[in-house]
Structures are given as C-alpha cells and as structure tokens.
DNA sequence: CCGAATAGCTGATGTAGATCAGCACTTCTC
DNA sequence: GAGAAGTGCTGATCTACATCAGCTATTCGG
C-alpha cells in the first residue's frame, strides 16, 4: 500500500522514484497507537526507534530541575516525533502525546541503512529536519523579541498553516487540543498570561479560542499584527526534481 | 591535503573511509575570507554555497520589521555557515562575521552530488544538522524558562565548551571578540542589562568578562547556578564505526 | 589633534508579565 | 451523588526587566 505519511512528508521535499518509495514501504509498516499524556521518548534515554505522527497532536518539551517546561514544538499529524533523539547519542527532549496517537514507527537501523541505499532519502530527511529546524529558530526569534500578543498570534497563525497543509485548517480556522496551560508552556508565559492576551485577541476582532476551536475572525489584520511571514516554513515544493 | 575543517566537523559523527575523505576533498578546496561586519548570507536570499568556518567569528540573526534582531547562534572554527540556507529555498537567516574570517566554500550542487556518491556523508551532515538543531533547542530552553543569570551564564558555559572542543579554549576561560550589546541580542536582553548581570556574575565570584576574555573563576560553582548540562551538544564520538 | 563613533558602565523611572488567590463549570472516580 | 481534579477566567499585587538619559575611556578617520 503506497502513500503512507513518511511518504507525504518527505515527498514534499524531494520527488521519490519507484524504488524510493518501496524501500520507504519497508521502512515503516509497524503502526502503533499511543494514549494521550504518557511519554513516548523520554529526555535522557536512548531511542532505538522515531515515529511519523498518522493522527493526533504531541508535544516536544523539555524540563528545567525547577519543575519549569518549555515546549518546543506540537507535532501534528505528518511530522517526525523524535527523530533527533534517534539521530542522537541520547535524547535531549521528551515527546509526550497530547491527545491519542496513532503513529508508525521507524527504526534506527532501518533508517540509517536505507539511507545506504537510496542516498536520496537520506537528502529527503535531511531537508525536513532543516525545515524543522526553521521552525525551532523562528520560535526563537518569537520568544526572544515578541510581546505577548504577537507571539500568540504568530504561534497561532504557524499552527494553522501546518494544518492547512495537511488537511485540518484552513484561513477559517481549525480544530485544537490544546489547552491553555499547554500554549502558555510553548510561548513562554504563564497561563493567567495567556488566558488574558487571548481575551484580548478575541475582543480586537482578530482570533478566537474556544471550546477546541481556534477561529481567526480576521486573518488578515491577524496576520499583519502579527508580522506572520511563512517563508521559513518552505513549502514552494520538491527542491530535487 | 587532508584534515580541514569540513573533516575534522564530521569526522566527529562518523568514521570516513579513505574514498569519502576524497570526496570531501573535492567539495571545499575554496578559500575564501570576508570582512567583519559585512553579512555573507542574506535573510531572503537564494544562496548556492554554505561555508565552513576556518578561523574567526560569526553570527546568524534574523531581523524583525522593528529592527529588532534576534542572534540565533554564534558561528566558531569547525562550525557550517548558512547551511540551512542551502538546503532552503530562501534563506530564513542572515549570517554576518563578527570578525574577519576564513572559510572553505561548499556549493549546493558539490554537496548534493556527493550525498549520491557516498551516503554516509549525507547521514554526517544529518547528524551535524541534529546537533546544531539541539543548541537551537536548547537556547529555545533558557530564553522561554530562565532568568537574565541563568540565561547569561549558561550561554557563556556553553561558548566555552564548543571553544574547548576546537582547542579554542578550557575551563579557565576563552579568548571572546562579542560585545555586551551582541551578547544581548543572543540572550534576548537589553544591553543595559546585560551589562549589569555580568557585574553580578563577576562580584559574585563566578565569570569575569574583560577585554575581549571570559575568566571562569568558579567553573563548577557557575555550572551548578545555570543548571548546565551538556549532554545536549552529543560530544561522545562517532555513532557509526 | 580634534570630533565622532563605539564600548562599557550606572542611576532613575516605567511596564509587561509573573505570581497569588480565588470563583465557576465540567468531567471523572469511587 | 459527593468529592477531586482539570480547565477557564479574573482582580490585586509584585518584580524582573526595559527604557531613558547621561557619564567615561578608547579608537579611528581626516
């Protein structure tokens, strides 16, 4: 059975061959399921196996000694859940599902030789990590230089582009699990914080949050206070033809 | 020739055989210097060449409309400039020397070309990528979660220790060339701030910055007040033999 | 040799966001 | 069916940092 989430995601970055592709088929058939709120790569260990999220939200955090949590990044349904820690000797990070998961996994060993074989999935993977990456820096960049409105808006408009592009928003809006608490970790405020800004993103006209719902009410003028520019996600298509 | 910079970087995440230390040889025989102060990759851009750095400092930003700049990382001897850059189809960041600098060029199609040839460059520049990636990670940590002290002292550790790596530096100190106002731009302070948190640190009996050097005065004591911990920078050794 | 940058430094004041404390509503558990 | 736990929400207070303003010491260009 072709078109498989690894496939998607990588596809984006490089066209794959036949050959490509069958190789990839072998990569990940194991699929698993995962229950929201339990780790499934733990900030420490070693990891023998990375996933590609099929359906369901996680996160990527990491913990402080003081019991503070800053989350990296939600994954959503197409992305990698540890694939650095796979990369890695051990895992700087853990990944924790935020809803259940259904996830295919992908290990170590398989990848690393399939890589051997196809030198193009090896550039493929390579790619979608340096997206990854862009994104991480352009976190960065928020938490370091934004105020709290702009960067709940940035942090809002970026998650709905990723759903768009798989599926699961659109510039109306897109359905969200996320609870306040969790944006607060991920855009560095505390919930109070974050409760107020939304309020008064809402009473502005520019976004709603409620009841698992995220409505942008105004995406433009949200994305101009926002200074939104995508360019960093990447998705002009496939760079090798 | 052998042992440049490009090797001595990835040598660190595999062991090359003779044939791909040729093929390395063929990818970054340019030299090439720039001036301090004069950005080589441009936020924007298209680029076609990444750069290895040989001898002196840089630094990738990105700008916001308001001027603002946020300093991602700070670019030492061994590490890749603007490789994300080439990988993407625009550049998300600039890159800017802080001094003058020595680099060996690697182009776009050199690069891709010999991924092809010898994967296990290819999984190299993926582990390198993973690395740098985690530093990202980790400044994402202490800009979100940690106090000015915390923040400034852990970025400090964290530039002694890559300088260690490189032979640039121990835990007595490192020769530095960053003003307090890009150490500001890095750590997400103000300048003034900075500037004051460092008297701090020094009365304290911790780090001493003074005429272009950083002194650990009390290397262990400075480690435990910023929770370091380095296991994030995956210096072990080669993961495949 | 003089004016203009650049860098480090400091005091006074302002403010964005944290922290604390508490209420209302829903869902889950025994 | 009562308690406990999770989530959203809000007012009052506190504080870590920014901003503003201005000082000194170097360096650098003409």
Redesign the pocket.
Known sequence: MRNNALERKLGAFVALSETELSVLDELNKRRRTFVAGRDIVEQGQTEQSAYVLASGWACSYKLLQDGQRQIVDFQIPGDFLGLRSLLMHVSDHSVEPITDVEVTEVLRDDLLGAFTQTPRLATAVLLAASRDEAMVVEHLVGIGRR???ERLANFLLELGARLTLVGLGSKAGFECPL???LMADAV???A??V??V??QLREDGLVTV?EGFVSFDDYDRLAKFAEFDLTYMDQIGPLLK
């Open positions: 105020n709290a409105a609870t306040q608490y560095g405020l505390s109070v914080h409760n107020r939304l309020r409620h």
